[in-house]
């Protein structure tokens, strides 16, 4: 499997949607901030990857859309009450993939999931499965600040089958023991940085799983 335009992104709360407006205007406006989260970091790893063909979005996170959730129990849902409209559409994380379709990509499949930081490998052996499917896999983890001071989390990467100028092959280590601890939280941003001077492969390790990384050719 071959592994495209590493992207970690990392945005300050009180910058984030001037971020949004400077890259999508108008467009993701009643979105809600964990979709507009989303589709700033794929978006930045799609322009970097630059591959066309048929797209499955494959996301995770630990406490998805955080914020629109705290929003919704302020308005009422304490209380009771429905969740007003926008509101509600904002809580939904798998929005994203319709935004991505709308945008004029071809995806095929979308699926967000929760799990725990040292489960990151499942998300690489379920993006490997969907490759008999989709062309590409957009493959990312997504987390909201829980506080004002520290950064939101927008991590991507892109698989395929097919080497490009500049991919990473990456498959499953045989040796586990022999990987560096990796979270869900971590990982990408780690191939990313080893990605601008590689010494030798990269083996990360997750619950009793390793992937190793080698640049290709």
């Known amino acids: 499997m071959i592994l495209l335009s590493p992207t970690a992104l990392r ?19 009643r979105a809600g901030s964990f979709a507009q989260l989303c589709l700033l970091g794929a978006q930045a790893c799609l322009d970097a990857a630059g591959t066309q063909g048929s797209l499955g979005l494959l996301f995770a996170s630990r406490l998805g ?24 559409i904002a809580m939904q994380p798998h ?39 989709c ?23 892109l698989l395929q089958k097919e080497p490009a100028a500049g991919s990473v092959r990456c498959t499953p280590e045989e040796s586990p023991e022999a990987g560096a601890p990796a979270t869900a939280e971590d990982w990408i941003e780690r191939v990313a940085a080893w990605r601008v001077a ?6 990360l390790r997750g619950d009793e799983e390793a992937w190793r990384f080698a640049l290709e050719g």
Request: glycine share 10%; charged share 25%; with cysteine.
């Open 11 to 29: 945005v300050a709360p009180g910058e984030f949607p001037a971020r949004v407006r400077e890259r999508f205007a108008g467009e993701l406006r």
């Open 65 to 88: 859309a955080l914020r629109a959730v705290r929003s919704a129990l302020t308005e009422g849902l304490r209380r009771g009450e429905p969740a007003m409209p926008f509101t509600f």
């Open 95 to 133: 929005l994203a993939g319709a935004l991505l379709a709308q945008r004029g990509y071809a995806v095929r499949r979308a699926v967000h999931l929760h799990f725990a930081q040292e489960s990151w490998p499942l998300a690489l052996r379920s993006a490997q499965g969907w490759l008999g499917e």
């Open 135 to 157: 062309a590409r896999v957009l493959l990312g983890w997504v987390e909201e600040s829980e506080s004002d001071e520290i950064a939101h989390h927008s991590d991507w990467c």
């Open 198 to 203: 590689p010494r030798g492969a990269l083996v």
